[in-house]
């Protein structure tokens, strides 16, 4: 029902910025909830971002104030907008299609994309 891709991803210096892109099709992309989740090698995949279908934002606390999330509904993409990038922050970047509750809490579905590989070395 929702097919997700991912891009945006690379090879970046401490301090340096990215912006990634995820863009949805096959479905209402107006009715998800959104989010960025991100794995690091040997690690869980863990939750980074989510913005709701009417546009509030969530972050983890290791994020804020470097990333943000938007969505453009026009053009069915949820973009995350990394600055000032740490070498923790090397991980595959995955969006998810889900649902918001409670403001603060993201229920993510089945529909993942494929993944997109930020880097942050020196």
């Known amino acids: 029902q929702v097919q997700l891709v991912e891009s945006g991803g690379g090879l970046v210096q401490p301090g340096g910025s990215l912006r990634l892109a995820c863009v949805a099709s096959?479905?209402?992309?107006?009715?998800?909830?959104m989010a960025w989740y991100r794995q690091a090698p040997g690690k869980q995949r863990d939750l980074v971002a989510h913005?709701?279908?009417?546009?509030?934002?969530n972050y983890v606390d290791s994020v804020k104030g470097r990333f943000t999330i938007s969505r453009d509904n026009a053009k069915n993409t949820v973009y995350l907008q990394m600055n000032s990038l740490k070498p923790e922050d090397t991980a595959v970047y995955y969006c998810n299609a889900g649902r918001a509750l409670f403001t603060t809490t993201f229920l993510p579905s089945e529909y993942w994309g494929q993944g997109t590989q930020v880097t942050v070395s020196s």
């Open positions: 096959g479905t209402i992309f107006s009715s998800y909830a």
């Open positions: 913005i709701t279908n009417s546009g509030r934002t």
